[in-house]
């Protein structure tokens, strides 16, 4: 087997009293805190003291122990990068969720568990004033709230609408400490827009889901600022179309998502298409056999061809997909989301690697 690197990305922080993401990758739990009733955060530190160095937005890629194999996901912090002995993570427990329900209900204080990070680019960009609309919906909270929990200890001035929608006022995450948020930083101006008042008739607030009118009203100077938002995918769709439409350019929206994906890739010209190599790829476990075109990620042709593989960000960033390469070689353009250890192991990421010869894969 042979995987050839097109980039690499830069090693960690030096220092042994730091966390090395390339060699550290155990974490033991050591609080679980209710959040509200369907989200725990869980709060992890080194087993060997080691500092965190992480930016606010960005996430760890955790194995958990699910039945007979481990699963992997991926989950923001949301803790601020000043406290960095530890970092957590805020899950919500989603219906017929392997993973959220087994963090509910198993993982414990004291336990251990495997992970790979810090990984990730929403980060808010640096240089110049800070002016921010931070904008999320139901759990898509947990990256944005590491980001002003950072500018909450900077102290730094700073202009900051800060917008969560959930599905109801008792689904609003962290909203006590927003609230004490707004009330001691001068330049942080909050909404909280719930779709309805199911359990809070007394609510004081607007009700309903994002639109232009209620944005234009909530945001005026929305066009001024860059958008940083997180949520589900019909959320961020309509964030994203209506960004756009209040004059938001196209480089002052980031967003945020977990969501798995088909890579749609475009067709090849029919004469490029005539003369492209197509490779055979094998998945042992599966015992299924697909032909991939060469300049055809391997995760693409999979999902097309319906062969099961966990994925998420599908650009080489998150290591979800992250495979045993029995065979074979490919060319692989990841952005961080596997260890050299591990691609000197033999590992790739079906997402971002492109076949350059017949493959075996371990899946």
Partial sequence: ???????????????????????????????????????????FASPDGKRFDFESGQYFLFDFPVGDDAEARCYSISSSPHRS???????????????????????????????????????RPRGGPVKLLLLSGGSGITPVMSILRDLADRYEP??????????????????DELNCLASRMKGLRLHFLPETVIGEPSWPGLTGRITPEFMKLAVPDIADRTVMCCG?????????????????????????????????????????????RVWQVEFQKQNRKIEVKGEQTVLSSAKKAGVRLPSSCSNGVCGTCKSKLVSGSVEMNHNGGIRQREIDAGMFLPC????????VVDR
């Avoid at 530890?86 to 992970?115: E, M, P």
């Avoid at 917008?163 to 008792?170: F, I, K």
């Avoid at 964030?239 to 980031?254: E, H, T």
């Fill in 1 to 43: 087997m042979d995987i050839e690197l097109v980039t690499r990305p830069s090693g960690a922080a030096a220092g042994s009293n730091v966390w090395d993401p390339e060699h550290d990758d155990t974490l033991v739990c050591i609080d679980i805190h209710q959040e509200t009733a369907d989200v725990k955060s869980f709060t």
């Fill in 158 to 175: 700073a202009d900051i609408v800060f917008m969560h929608a959930a599905r109801t006022p008792l689904d609003l995450i962290f909203r």
């Fill in 85 to 123: 002995t530890t970092f957590t993570v805020t899950v919500k427990r989603v219906v017929n969720g392997r993973v959220s329900n087994w963090l509910h209900d198993n993982l414990a204080k004291g336990a251990t568990v495997k992970a790979q990070g810090p990984l990730g680019h929403f980060v």
């Fill in 232 to 276: 589900p995918a019909p959320f961020m769709a309509a964030a994203r179309s209506i960004s756009s439409q209040l004059g938001v350019q196209a480089g002052s929206y980031i967003e945020e998502s977990f969501d798995a994906a088909v890579i749609d890739e475009p067709g090849l010209p029919i004469e490029e298409a005539a003369a492209a």
């Fill in 352 to 359: 971002c690697s492109k076949p350059l010869s017949d493959l």
